[in-house]
């Protein structure tokens, strides 16, 4: 890809440039570290966390920034809606040598975060959106950790945002952009509008900023990312729900970026032995931390296996195994039970035609934007905009 801007994290370079995109109960560290075996070099971002209970050291959102000794870089997403807490969130996390890059979420369409005016609802009050950027900016600025940005088109058709949003983020020192391209009231569903991105690529030109400008959205196959930046001049592409049981999609556009052949999709013999390693990993994550929702102690087998039954789903996506087995696979509650459940499959299954492009995650919308009363109306309201727990933006963010 000729004429990109190369993707940067100080002075860390990606070997692609690929993004696993941020998504709520996925992006966790046992997650990144089966994508990273695929494809090391990339940036790999934890699921985002809530920047009020970073502040406040809350435990949950402590345990949920974990990183493996040998990862690099350390990525993480901060969401909020208050610029003072979002800025000291930034600057505790860097501070204390948690993080080498971290990403703004403005583009988590859930109800729950926008109802409280945060993720993407943020870059409709323009003003909020900048204070937010450059306090992040500044607490980040004093340990040379990047922050970047990453948002939606807009709430609707009606109020587009991406482009003006762009250029702010740039303005106050995004080190990148990432655009989805879909808005809020799209949710999942429909195709996203690469066109869009091809605008904000060239807003942001125009604005006189020299920072890569990132596509996301459809990204379901290899070609798809190669396809993605040829047509819009975009300089890099970050993968949402296209490598959702499928974390060898990294090695993948690696090849195709690189301009080497794509290898077939894997036979189930493959595929099983990265679900047995995924739920091994999880299980490894899990008994670090071993605390379950309500605040108790669970047994960190028992919470992995609940927590792997979406991601068993997704594996067996577009392979021919029968209502049985996935009916059983959804209910997995060991790893025992779930090597028994392996072992009764064809191991050389292949993957359906088509089967890269069934979609995997989220597919709801459109919806109802939901907003604080009085939102659009003034710049700086006189209510507490933010967000109240990690719970309220469990969604996955990606495209």
């Not at 800025?87 to 979420?105: K, Y």
């Not at 970047?148 to 003006?164: H, S, Y």
């Not at 009916?327 to 997995?332: G, H, L």
């Not at 309201?381 to 990690?390: A, G, K, V, W, Y």
């Amino acid at each position: 890809m000729t004429g990109r801007i190369p993707l940067r994290i100080g002075g860390y370079e990606p070997a692609a440039p690929v993004v696993l995109a941020p998504m709520a109960g996925v992006t966790n560290a046992a997650y990144r570290r089966i994508c990273r075996s695929f494809a090391p070099g990339l940036v790999y971002v934890n699921e985002m966390v809530m920047a009020t209970a970073v502040a406040h050291r809350n435990d949950k959102t402590l345990r949920m920034m974990s990183f493996a000794a040998d990862e690099q870089p350390r990525s993480l997403q901060i969401y909020g809606s208050d610029p003072a807490q979002v800025g000291l969130a930034v600057r505790m996390v860097c501070e204390e040598g948690r993080v080498d890059h971290v990403d703004l979420n403005f583009g988590c369409p859930a109800a729950k975060v926008t109802r409280k005016g945060g993720g993407a609802a943020v870059p409709a009050r323009p003003a909020l959106l900048r204070a937010i950027m450059r306090a992040a900016v500044d607490g980040a600025a004093p340990f040379g950790v990047p922050v970047t940005a990453k948002f939606r088109m807009g709430l609707t058709d009606e109020l587009r945002t991406d482009l003006n949003a762009g250029v702010i983020c740039a303005d106050e020192g995004a080190a990148w952009v990432a655009l989805h391209a879909r808005t809020v009231e799209q949710h999942y569903s429909g195709d996203a509008r690469w066109d869009a991105i091809a605008a904000l690529k060239a807003a942001v030109v125009d604005a006189g900023h020299h920072i890569p400008v990132l596509g996301n959205g459809d990204v379901w196959e290899a070609h798809d990312g190669v396809r993605m930046m040829e047509m819009t001049g975009c300089d890099g592409v970050v993968i949402g729900r296209g490598c959702l049981g499928r974390p060898w999609l990294f090695r993948d556009l690696v090849d195709a970026l690189s301009g080497r052949p794509v290898a077939p999709p894997p036979r189930l013999r493959d595929v099983a032995l990265v679900i047995a390693d995924h739920a091994r990993a999880l299980v490894e994550h899990y008994e670090a931390d071993g605390v379950g929702r309500s605040g108790r102690r669970v047994a960190g087998e028992d919470l992995a296996m609940r927590d792997f039954r979406k991601h068993a789903s997704w594996y067996l996506t577009g392979y021919p195994v029968g209502p049985e087995a996935r009916r059983r696979f959804s209910m997995v509650s060991s790893l025992g039970e779930l090597d028994d459940l392996l072992a009764g499959l064809d191991p050389l299954a292949e993957l359906v035609p088509g089967g890269e492009r069934i979609k995997r995650g989220h597919t709801n919308g459109p919806i109802r934007v939901a907003l604080p009363e009085g939102f659009l109306q003034a710049e700086h309201p006189e209510l507490d905009m933010t967000i109240p727990d990690d719970d309220a933006a469990m969604a996955v963010s990606g495209g």
